[in-house]
C-alpha cells in the first residue's frame, strides 16, 4: 500500500512542473521562455511570469528576473524579484517580512523602489503600504497615501 501511495504521488509531483505553457493558443516551452526574456523580449518575459504563478516552481525565474530587471529597466522584473525576495508563493502572509534578515528586506524595499520609480502600480502599492505601516520604512504617511493614491 504505501510503495502504491508513493508512486502516486510522485506521478502528481512529476505531472505539476511545468516544462511548457500554452497562452493564447501557442505552447512554448518554459527554457525557450526564459531565452527570449533574456534577449530582451518583453512579451516572452510576462508569458514566464504567467508561467510562473501558475507553477512557482521554476528555479530559474528569480535568475531570469533580476536579469531582464537589471538589463532591460522593466517594471514587472522588479515586481517579481521583490516576490521572489519574499517568497511570495510559499508564504501565507506576504506583507510579514520578520523571518527575512535585515540584507533581504532592504533588498525588496529596493526592488520595491525601482518598480515604483518605473510606474508600477502594484511596486507602489505595496510601497505605499509599508510606508504607511513604518515597519520596513521609515514611516511616512503622506508618501504612503500618495504612493497608494497616484496609482489607482
Known sequence: ?????????TLIFIGCKKESVNINGVTTSIPKLHE???KGDLNAYSDLSLAYLDSPNDVNFCQTSKNVAE???????YLNLYYCQIDYYHRPDRMNLEDLNDNEIK??????VKG???????CSKLLGEYYIQGKYLKKNTQLGN???QDNK
Open 71 to 77: 538589463k532591460y529597466n522593466f517594471p514587472e522584473a
Open 116 to 122: 515604483s520609480n518605473l510606474k508600477n502600480r502594484e
Open 36 to 38: 527570449f526574456a533574456l
Open 107 to 112: 533588498n525588496a524595499m529596493n526592488y520595491l
Open 1 to 9: 500500500m504505501r510503495l502504491i501511495m508513493f508512486g502516486f504521488l
Open 146 to 148: 500618495s504612493l497608494i
